[in-house]
Nanobody
Framework: QVHLVESGGGLVQAGGSLRLSCAAS????????MGWFRQAPGKEREFVAT???????RYANPVAGRFSISRDNAQNTVSLQMDSLKPEDTAVYYC?????????????????WGQGTQVTVSS
């Protein structure tokens, strides 16, 4: 059974940093893209970043240059380094495993999801 567990969320002031981690278990994920999405209150879930099985990355425009996604295939983990945080980054952040090795911004292309971790950025 596939299981994803996010950690690292919390409360931070604007301009601060957080590092999210996602531990995956139940299978080997090295051949699949992994991604991060977020959902703010009253809004739809949106794409944040993805990393392909080969290591290529892609970011949503609002976070490009501030966030960095990485993966450790030996540990079956994916991380999201978030710097220069803004109040509008406040959301529940979810990690997900893609259905192929090519990451996309579409949530429908991800098969497995974690339960999410809350990130709150105060102004």
């Amino acid at each position: 059974q596939v299981h994803l567990v996010e950690s690292g969320g919390g409360l931070v002031q604007a301009g601060g940093s957080l590092r999210l981690s996602c531990a995956a278990s139940g299978r080997t994920f090295s051949n699949y893209a992994m991604g991060w999405f977020r959902q703010a209150p009253g809004k739809e879930r949106e794409f944040v970043a993805t990393i392909w099985s080969g290591g290529a990355t892609r970011y949503a425009n609002p976070v490009a240059g501030r966030f960095s996604i990485s993966r450790d295939n030996a540990q079956n983990t994916v991380s999201l380094q978030m710097d220069s945080l803004k109040p509008e980054d406040t959301a529940v952040y979810y990690c997900a495993v893609g259905s192929t090795g090519y990451g996309t911004p579409r949530s429908g292309n991800y098969n497995y999801w974690g339960q999410g971790t809350q990130v709150t950025v105060s102004s």
